[in-house]
């Protein structure tokens, strides 16, 4: 405990923000075998110990940082169409990806049935450019690209975590458990994170109390005394994103523990249905309020899903670390 004591006050406990939760640190069975084949192979990774935001970055605390700074993020500045061949005209305006319930089923292959570009969607306007957050001061950020979370992080002092950091904060010490509180989605029909219950993307039963977004914290902490490490909001992370982990495409053995692995490079990122838009892809953890047991079961600290940087959508938001050597 002495150790741990130290190398928190080493990181700054002086800022051991109220807003954030100090991890210790250690060894863990990182991926899954059991769902997407993305989140294979399961192999053993130790990361150093670190603090992390205790919840998701908030909009209250977002405002705070573009009031201070005045910055002003991707999904609010118009695309250049020469970094988008093909860009159709009249395209070329500010605005985000907003989701839109379906009324009936519908085909499940095709995101066009659910996600509808809006111009004037973003973090101020999450449901498109009449809507507000007045009222929702203590909900996720949203329509976060990568550039606008690096962003913050840089301003507070702080870092975005590796893919690593985030799934050992998020298993809260339950080392090889499905879920970030054990091996059943639902304990005794508890509802323990914010997600999608019943047919995406039309009947949402709404058994945990919320359509979209809820306030931070509306859900029990896991083992570390973190909220929201599942669902309501995906979270970016600093890797970029590989089909395969990132120690097999280094050569690791599966039978060496890796230490604080960072993932592939820039050009292993890129969508290769996608070869003339070459745009680096990072990992995001977590899955969010949309995440459903018929679509998307990536409710669990070992999914992983690909997020072109300069994407930002209504159910993407982010968290900070601090770490003893930066």
């Known amino acids: 405990m002495e150790e741990i004591r130290q190398v928190a006050e080493a990181i700054g406990s002086a800022d051991s923000p109220r807003d954030m939760r100090f991890v210790p640190g250690g060894a863990f069975t ?18 150093d110990p670190f603090w992390i ?6 909009n209250a605390a977002f405002a705070h940082f573009v009031d201070a700074t005045g910055y ?25 990806l907003v989701f839109h319930k379906a009324d009936r089923p519908v085909d499940l292959g095709n995101p066009g049935n659910w996600w509808r570009f809006e111009f004037g969607a973003d973090w101020r306007h999450p449901a498109g450019p009449h809507s507000a ?18 962003a913050y992080a840089d301003w507070a002092g702080k870092a975005l975590p590796t893919e690593a950091e985030w799934e050992y904060a ?12 054990g091996d059943e989605l639902a304990p005794g029909g508890a509802m323990l994170a914010n997600y999608w219950q019943g047919l995406f993307p039309f009947a949402n039963q709404c058994l945990d109390g919320w359509e979209g977004t809820s306030p931070v914290g509306s859900f029990p902490a896991n083992g570390f005394g973190l909220y929201d490490m599942i669902g309501n909001v995906w979270e970016w992370t600093q890797d970029w994103w590989s089909e395969r982990a990132a120690t097999e495409a280094k050569g690791k053995k599966p039978c060496c523990t890796i230490d604080n692995p960072r993932g592939v490079h820039l050009r292993h990122s890129y969508d290769p249905d ?12 977590g899955g969010s309020y949309l995440c459903a047991a018929n679509y998307c079961q990536r409710y669990r600290p070992a999914a992983r899903h690909p997020e072109a940087v300069d994407s930002s959508t209504g159910h993407i938001g982010f968290r900070c670390v601090k770490r003893a050597r930066e």
């Open 30 to 47: 990182m991926g899954s075998k059991h769902f997407y084949p993305e989140e294979a192979p399961l192999r053993e990774v130790r990361v």
């Open 53 to 58: 935001d205790s919840t998701p970055v908030t």
């Open 72 to 96: 002003v993020t991707v999904a609010e500045i118009p695309p250049d169409p020469k970094h988008y061949p093909g860009l159709l005209p009249g395209m070329d305006r500010p605005g985000s």
């Open 133 to 150: 957050i007045e009222g929702r001061e203590d909900h996720p950020v949203v329509h976060i690209a990568y550039a606008d979370a690096a």
């Open 170 to 181: 998020a298993r809260g010490g339950l080392d090889g458990a499905d879920y970030a509180w």
């Open 274 to 285: 996608q070869p003339d838009i070459r745009i680096g892809r990072k990992v995001l953890k």
